[in-house]
């Protein structure tokens, strides 16, 4: 896990979009270090950061390496935060995760992200926003949404392959584009 906290001081939108830490993937991100941060609450992203598309199950290296990351070092409690609208608990469950998603205010579907989405997190888990981590594969559902609440935020490299939307949105040429807008040398 590569650091870029220490370099920045966010002001403008844009800067919110970029995350505190970088991780080549779920079993990079340095708990260790988060919990010095004051992290006690894990939120992670589900889809290309924690399974690949098209698998349906959790791989069990990431299940052991999370449910060991909190028990080693005590985290409150460990949330998947999803725009995914399926159920999960096919992948909470094994984790004793909770799990957030999408859900409908007056005729708006909340969801990453939203303010509303990471406001009503923070609530459940009666906590504020430096005491939380989110840790996902999308500058602007998890690192923009969890920077704008306060929360500290990894960027992870997306496990697999990209579902078709990010393809046509070229969402990575984008992302790799912002990042390198702050850090010329970054290479995702
Ligand atoms: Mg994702």
New binding site residues.
């Given amino acids: 896990m590569k650091a870029y906290r220490h370099v920045l001081q966010r002001k403008n939108k844009e800067d919110f979009f970029i995350p505190d830490f970088t991780a080549t993937g779920i079993l990079d991100v340095d708990f260790a270090r988060l919990k010095k941060n004051g992290v006690r609450h894990i939120l992670v992203?589900?889809?290309?950061?924690l399974r690949k598309k098209r698998i349906y199950s959790l791989d069990p290296e990431i299940k052991a390496f999370l449910l060991e990351a909190v028990k080693t070092f005590d985290f409150k409690s460990l949330s998947i935060a999803s725009n995914n609208m399926t159920p999960l608990r096919r992948y909470a469950n094994p984790l004793n995760a909770n799990i957030f998603q999408p859900y409908i205010s007056g005729l708006i579907l909340v969801r990453k992200p939203n303010a509303l989405f990471y406001q009503r997190i923070l609530n459940r888990l009666k906590a504020s926003g430096h005491e939380c981590v989110m840790i996902?594969?999308?500058l602007r559902g998890?690192v923009y949404g969890g920077n704008m609440a306060g929360m500290q935020t990894v960027l992870v490299e997306p496990r697999g392959n990209d579902y078709w939307y990010d393809r046509i949105l070229r969402t990575r040429h984008r992302e790799l584009k912002t990042m390198q807008k702050y850090f010329p040398d970054y290479e995702a």
């Fill in positions: 992203d589900l889809d290309l950061t996902g594969d999308k998890d």
